[in-house]
């Protein structure tokens, strides 16, 4: 950002262009000049006022009503005058000019937004969460990122926060106090007993935070399986139009496609991918290539098999290939020629669902299935939103802790422990912002919307 901190800041809070209403947002230490040459005076802390907004002549540029909220009870923590006028955008840009005359500047980008955040008035999630609601593509996202807003995400990392202080505190003064009434604290188990628990409670955080990243930036969904399975038909029959190729040729598809679509306001990418096969044509083969690699990028893998088949050897391989890495659903196509059932099925060891890609049944089952993977369901809707740079810093603190339990376990080293406790703390640190940079500060910010 390009101003200063203690600059007064105006922008339009309201949509842009013709409106019922458009509200004009001030925050900065010049509030009260500014409402006394253009309103006459401050309002009382937070009453709404009926008046008209002049110009450097004292003529009306509009009339509305003009609400005050004194520092430190605002959004931002500063002196913020909010100015309800008529939804015009020539008389918003009158105004604004007015403002700009009394030597306030237009917000940047997310600027209202960093200040209540520098100001402690909340955390760097829950900012992001007005983003994330604004932007919100369901009433499952919109109720999770509420949520974030109302502090769920935020309480969640402080109370794992509180409980890594007090475990570094505990073992460092094993550290520091080895001899202690001849008690071995590094070895009596509860140090390791402590650190488990934690283990425990953000593993747990984790998968929820995963589908709260689902709701917010949706699935990335990958499309894999034999040759001739359906794997096309069924990208077609999900898109509802004919995006790929579908022959009875083996290999049609040789290289990786890409589709967007939305089921109830919930994204998806969906990648289809070439069959997997072993093949002596250089270009099938390097498409399979690139098919096993997307499955690094994947937040589900859809798993075509032909029904009629079943689970045969080259899927067991696709499936020890995807190991842990990301959940598998497999899709058994082709009910409508092998008379299977369609919808759940409880078999194969995995989620399963049975398809025609040609008739279309099943594909409610499969809608709901996705909907549920994403959480984005009555019954397990998550409790907040979260983005890909809040499950980066919860990885790297599990990681921390994975080390921390090594060394000790491993090596009975209290100093390497307290190290990756403190590691794992910072990672936590950064959700929250308890730790972070101007440089994360300013590209967070700079996506949102300006009068936010």
């Given at each position: ?113 960093r200040r209540a955040f520098l100001n402690d008035k909340l955390s760097l ?328």
């Amino acid at each position: 950002m390009t101003g200063t901190p203690g600059d007064t800041i105006a922008a339009l809070a309201s949509g842009a262009g013709r409106a019922g209403v458009a509200v004009v947002r001030v925050s900065g230490p010049k509030v009260p000049q500014i409402a006394e040459a253009v309103i006459g005076g401050l309002p009382g802390a937070r009453q709404a006022r009926l008046c008209a907004f002049v110009d450097g002549d004292g003529v009306a540029i509009d009339r509305g009503v003009a609400v005050y909220f004194a520092a430190p009870a605002s959004f931002t923590g500063e002196h913020v005058l909010e100015l309800q006028g008529h939804g015009s955008p020539v008389l918003v840009d009158m105004l604004l000019t007015r403002l700009l005359e009394l030597g306030v500047r237009l917000a940047e980008p997310g600027e209202f937004s960093r200040r209540a955040f520098l100001n402690d008035k909340l955390s760097l999630d829950q900012a992001e969460a007005i983003a994330d609601a604004i932007e919100a593509g369901s009433s499952a996202a919109a109720r999770a990122a509420m949520r974030s807003l109302e502090g769920t995400f935020s309480r969640e990392i402080d109370a794992l926060v509180a409980a890594l202080v007090e475990l570094r505190v505990y073992t460092e003064g094993a550290i520091d106090f080895p001899d202690e009434d001849d008690v071995d604290f590094l070895g009596d188990g509860e140090i390791e007993r402590r650190l488990a628990a934690i283990r425990e409670r953000l593993a747990e955080l984790r998968t929820r935070a995963a589908q709260g990243a689902s709701l917010r930036e949706g699935l990335r969904l990958v499309i894999l399986g034999s040759p001739n399975v359906g794997k096309s038909s069924l990208l077609n029959r999900l898109a509802r139009r004919d995006t790929a190729i579908v022959t009875d040729i083996a290999g049609t598809t040789r290289d990786v496609l890409h589709e967007q679509l939305s089921i109830d306001g919930l994204p998806l990418t969906l990648v289809d991918t070439a069959g997997l096969r072993e093949t002596d044509d250089p270009i099938e083969a390097e498409g399979v290539r690139r098919a096993k690699a997307e499955i690094q990028h994947a937040d589900r893998v859809l798993l075509v098999i032909d029904d009629r088949h079943g689970l045969g050897a080259d899927e067991q391989a696709v499936l020890a290939e995807i190991d842990a890495r990301c959940p598998v659903t497999v899709i058994a196509n082709k009910v409508d020629l092998s008379a299977g059932p369609s919808g759940v099925r409880a078999a194969l060891g995995h989620d399963t669902i049975g398809v025609s890609a040609t008739t279309g049944a099943g594909f409610d089952a499969l809608a709901a299935h996705l909907k549920q993977a994403a959480g984005m369901n009555d019954d397990a809707t998550p409790a907040f939103v979260a983005r890909r740079r809040h499950l980066d810093a919860l990885a790297r603190a599990a990681e921390a802790l994975e080390a921390g339990y090594e060394r000790l376990v491993v090596d009975a080293a209290g100093e390497l422990l307290a190290e990756e406790l403190r590691t794992a703390q910072n990672a936590l640190g950064e959700i929250t912002g308890t730790f972070t940079s101007d440089d994360l500060l300013g590209a967070i910010f700079s996506s949102f919307c300006i009068g936010k």
